[in-house]
């Protein structure tokens, strides 16, 4: 238990020093609001249209398909490094992954996921 | 050691998946039946393989004879939902090809859940089974219902997921391992089980109450049931169930048997809720799938209750009573499908009235299979209910027995006005009802069984004790 008491110490002065300056702010700040200080404030322009816009929802699409490709390349980083070690199991085990992916990456091609139009 | 059934049925479903691409014409249809050989191909190998015991991948997952029970009950559940799929015509949303396959990916995470002998390994399995679920709801995408329903079985089962991870990380830090046999090894070194260990069980409790929905975990219930498709609510309703049963079972029995007294307070509440609101909640309800999301609640308290003793005939009527569930279960629900009046669905109860008119043999079957939920002898749910009362009773848990006699009581009343109001109300307009005749053979086959039962329970209680005997072998 005993190593654990810096930590309660850290969060007890974390929390007294974040409420402490927010509440003194607050109470002993000067306060004076006039309407440009009050007007929505963008890198020094005026904004120019409303940050919600929507985009078409294509894009979801390839977003979830490139996730799919970004965790196979970090099994692969580890794959590769360790190659030399984990011997013929190893490599038969990252060639079946791969295949699973691949056959989920020629369903979504012959679906059509992967036409923009 | 890999020859399992899960593999050969990811490996199946993967040639499915290829196969699904190149088939042109009727793709849901031809999917299905090939998705429904599948499954008969998976079953034959849970059964060839039912009184092995073995441990595998580095302890992840085990093999015995109560897993592969389950697995056995889940693979025809999802076999019936999948055949009903094929015979009744659906919605044009649901006729897509994917359904078939998603069924099949909750299927595996579902098999796999009952063998996992590892937090770990439970919980990817829970989530691989959550998620293909969360797509099921929402199936319907052009119904706002449906999408609706998927969005709160979402989030509900995102918060069950988060408690489940924050219950295993604090049995983690106290036990150092999150394999059951090390914290069953841990539980019974210990002079006193540290406290935290048992706030660590209550957290996992929690979440597997929200995906068996007992209550006071049960408020999403009526709203997904009634929202999503009835074929994905009857699938809903039967398979799922089972796997967490297995789960919890295994959970509660096997790592933390020796903590008893603390799960068995928790697991009395639980069932006192469930049967309460079960009872209760459905009296004023018009809609019949809502109707079945409160019965639902209360056939899940009642099954709790036969947890609480933690004992081996506890378990062997709880693996009873879910067979039976389900038959009943499977029947209502094939009937709900079939519901129609001008090509679209209905669901209302005032839909039935007069149904005796119409369709006599339908509405015997289906008289049979409600007064069998409401537990009235001789038929099958009455025998489930008797031998968990007979558990219940011998443990001398009276109040729990009492309160189970009056929640039955008071939900033989809504079940009884379903019946009424078939045969005895002036019909209002006309369903256009079971027009295929394999419907009308499958739910006379369901009201069958279940009037049959009372002739041969012997059968199902030997296998159900045989089962759970391995459940027991381990300590």
Same mark, same amino acid.
């Given at each position: ?57 294509? #894009? ?5 398909? $490139?996730?799919? !490709?970004? /965790?196979? %390349?970090? @099994?692969?980083?580890? &794959? ?8 013929? #199991? ?5 060639? $079946?992954?791969? !295949?699973? /992916?691949? %056959?989920? @990456?020629?369903?979504? &091609? ?8 | ?475």
């Amino acid at each position: 238990m005993n190593e654990y008491i810096p930590i309660l110490i850290f969060l007890i002065f974390a929390f007294l020093l974040s409420f402490g300056a927010f509440f003194f702010s607050i109470f002993v700040g000067k306060k004076s609001s006039y309407a440009e200080k009050n007007s929505t404030y963008e890198c020094g322009f005026e904004p120019f249209d409303d940050s919600r816009g929507r985009f078409e929802v294509k #894009f979801y699409l390839v977003a979830i398909l $490139f996730i799919i !490709f970004d /965790l196979e %390349i970090i @099994f692969l980083f580890p &794959w590769a490094v360790a190659f030399s070690e984990i011997g013929l #199991f190893g490599f038969l085990s990252m060639m $079946f992954f791969l !295949f699973v /992916l691949t %056959i989920g @990456f020629v369903y979504e &091609w012959m679906k059509g996921a992967l036409d923009w139009s | 050691m890999i020859y399992i059934p899960e593999v050969f049925m990811s490996i199946g479903f993967l040639i499915i998946l290829i196969i699904s691409v190149f088939v042109k014409k009727n793709q849901n249809i031809v999917l299905g039946y090939l998705s429904l050989l599948l499954i008969f191909l998976t079953q034959f190998f849970v059964l060839k393989d039912i009184f092995l015991f073995e441990e595998i991948f580095n302890n992840f997952f085990v093999i015995d004879s109560f897993g592969s029970f389950l697995k056995s009950v889940i693979l025809i559940c999802a076999g019936f939902v999948i055949y009903f799929y094929i015979i009744v015509k659906n919605d044009s949303s649901l006729n897509r090809s994917e359904f078939s396959m998603i069924i099949l990916i909750s299927i595996i995470g579902m098999m796999l859940m009952v063998s996992s002998n590892d937090l770990l390994s439970l919980f990817v399995s829970i989530e691989l089974q959550s998620l293909a679920l969360y797509i099921l709801v929402s199936f319907s995408k052009e119904d706002f219902n449906s999408s609706e329903a998927g969005v709160k079985y979402f989030v509900i089962g995102s918060l069950s997921t988060c408690i489940f991870l924050f219950g295993s990380s604090l049995i983690y830090g106290l036990v150092g391992s999150t394999n059951f046999s090390e914290i069953s090894q841990f539980m019974s070194d210990q002079y006193s089980v540290p406290l935290l260990l048992v706030v660590g069980l209550i957290f996992i409790l929690v979440s597997l109450s929200l995906k068996i929905s007992a209550a006071p975990f049960h408020m999403w219930t009526p709203d997904v049931y009634q929202g999503s498709p009835s074929l994905v609510t009857a699938f809903l309703s039967t398979a799922p169930k089972v796997a967490v049963f297995g789960v919890l079972i295994r959970v509660l029995v096997y790592p933390f048997g020796e903590i008893i007294v603390d799960w068995g307070k928790i697991l009395v509440i639980l069932s006192i809720f469930s049967m309460l609101i079960g009872s209760l909640g459905a009296l004023r309800q018009d809609d019949l799938k809502r109707l079945m999301a409160y019965s639902t609640i209360n056939h899940i308290g009642f099954i709790l209750m036969g947890l609480v003793p933690g004992s081996e005939d506890g378990i062997t009527a709880i693996c009873i009573y879910l067979i039976f569930y389900i038959t009943m279960n499977l029947g209502v629900f094939l009937f709900i499908l079939n519901m129609k009046r001008d090509q679209l669905n209905v669901t209302k109860i005032k839909d039935l009235s007069g149904l005796y008119k119409t369709e006599p043999l339908i509405a015997g079957c289906l008289a049979l299979l409600f007064f069998s939920m409401a537990g009235i002898p001789p038929l099958a749910g009455f025998i489930s209910k008797l031998l968990i009362l007979n558990i219940v009773i011998d443990n001398n848990l009276f109040f729990l027995a009492i309160i189970a006699v009056i929640t039955s009581v008071i939900s033989a009343f809504y079940y009884i006005r379903l019946v009424k109001s078939m045969f005895f109300d002036s019909p209002t307009e006309e369903l256009d009802l079971l027009t295929n005749s394999q419907s009308k053979l499958l739910l006379s086959i369901f009201g069958l069984f279940n009037l049959s039962v009372i002739f041969y329970p012997q059968f199902f209680l030997n296998l159900c004790a045989s089962i759970t005997l391995s459940l027991f072998a381990l300590r």
